[in-house]
């Protein structure tokens, strides 16, 4: 079982956001970054005391230009649809309102926790009004002030307590992949031409109603696949699904799920913003990567279109060099017979280890072709390199200070170690210690 997934939903203005941003803490990242994107934040991963949980912010996604209280119930249906617990958040300030009444009446209907938290508890003195809460049948409120972070530490622990028994156990061993990609790209017609390969044996469609529909598989050479489903592949017909906001939540959520993602481009279209968010996601996840360029048939082609489409690649995705580009047709099926042993080899770099004297011999050799930087006559040293963790691989070096070593340099070290090794489709993660 994955991550648990916590969704928080209520009626505009109570705060939602408020506490998700709290919850969330202040991350900077270069997805992030991207203006519009910060502020446009429902999804996130954060942990508790040692739980890992995703976080869903139900209030950003709004559908289409319907009616506030449509809005409301279909942000509840998708708490109850995605999340394991589900925090209900109402607004000391005005009490119970209808709308209050409203998302309380859909909530009813699901088994899954419901925690109610009270926010914009500001002084002790509001502490008596959250009784008038016990109305809604939740049980106890949670009082918490989302501005000043009062109470959130309660709320937490009440989530917490709610997670489901194996809540972040393992799964299986097989390979978890997923297809990434705007709508039409041809995610789902990859997905059917895959499983309608000849040698490709489908062993069963795991349905569960938070993760939607997982598929396994196995190729002919033993390998097996779990692959992963994203909203839009295989439409369960609701009004939401149709959203950006729910769709972008989804892919993000089967990037957290996946060991190999496959992102996937439109040949016809070329590259457009939302590409890059996505994989801008996956490449800070840490996550394998491959790009995929579909529908590779529908284009004319001369001699360049290839280097041409490769160049344009790197050139808007120059964080993602280390990923392989795959050419491929959903419909005539041209190269997608090798796109699982691709997928399998790119896992098995994510997962590599590297023995630390095969390392440092490596290390030892590149600082001998390319010198230290120094700076104010005080020169970077280099002691010892070591492997801490795969899926990324994820590597320590020991050096005199961590402060001496710039991008560049680090840049180079990565570059001699991806020539000695193969961490092909996989970001590698260089951590400068200072040595005790
Ligand atoms: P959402 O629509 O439910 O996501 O609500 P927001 O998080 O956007 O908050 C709505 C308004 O309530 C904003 O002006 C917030 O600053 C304010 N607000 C949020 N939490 C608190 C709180 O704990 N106390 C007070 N006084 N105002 C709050
Ligand atoms: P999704 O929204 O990403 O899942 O995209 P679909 O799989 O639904 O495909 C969108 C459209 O592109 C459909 O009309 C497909 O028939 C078409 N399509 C998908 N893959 C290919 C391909 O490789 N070549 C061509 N010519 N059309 C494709």
Known sequence: M???????????????????????????????DTPGVTRDRIYTNSEWLGHPFSMIDTGGIAVGDEPLVQQISEQAEIAIDEADVIVFVVSVREGVTDADEKVAKILYRTNKPVILAVNKVDNPEQRAQIYDFYSLGFGDPIPVAGTHGIGTGDLLDAIVKNFPENAGDEEDDS????????????????VNAILGEERVI???IEGTTRDAVDTKFTTADGSEFTMIDTAGIRKKG???????????????????????????????????????HVAGYAHEAGKGIIIA?????????????????????????????????????????QRLGELPALIK?????????????????????ALAYNPTPTDNGRRLRVYYTTQVATKPPTFVIFVNDPELMHFSYERFLENRIRE?????????????????
């Not at 209520?10 to 939602?16: C, H, M």
């Not at 090794?421 to 210690?433: C, K």
């Open 2 to 32: 994955a991550k648990p997934i916590v969704a928080i939903v209520g009626r505009p203005n109570v705060g939602k956001s408020t506490i998700f941003n709290r919850i969330a803490g202040e991350r900077i990242s270069i997805v992030e």
């Open 175 to 190: 390979i978890k992949f997923s297809f990434i990609g705007r709508p039409n790209v041809g995610k789902s017609s990859l």
């Open 202 to 204: 489908v062993s069963g």
């Open 238 to 276: 609701k009004v939401y699904e149709n959203t950006e906001k729910y769709s972008v939540m989804r892919a993000l959520r089967a990037i957290d799920r996946s060991d190999v993602v496959v992102m996937v481009l439109n040949a016809e279209e070329g590259i457009r913003e939302q590409d890059k």
């Open 293 to 333: 360029v579909n529908k590779w048939d529908a284009i004319k082609k001369n001699t360049h279109s290839l280097n041409d489409f490769t160049a344009a690649i790197r050139q808007e995705f120059q964080y993602l060099s280390y990923a392989p580009i795959i050419f491929v047709s959903a419909k005539t099926h």
């Open 345 to 365: 080899r790119i896992n098995e770099n994510h997962g590599r280890r590297i023995q630390s004297a095969v390392l440092n011999d490596v290390i030892m050799d």
């Open 420 to 436: 000695a090794f193969d961490f092909e489709g996989t970001p590698v993660h260089l951590i400068e210690r200072k040595r005790k």
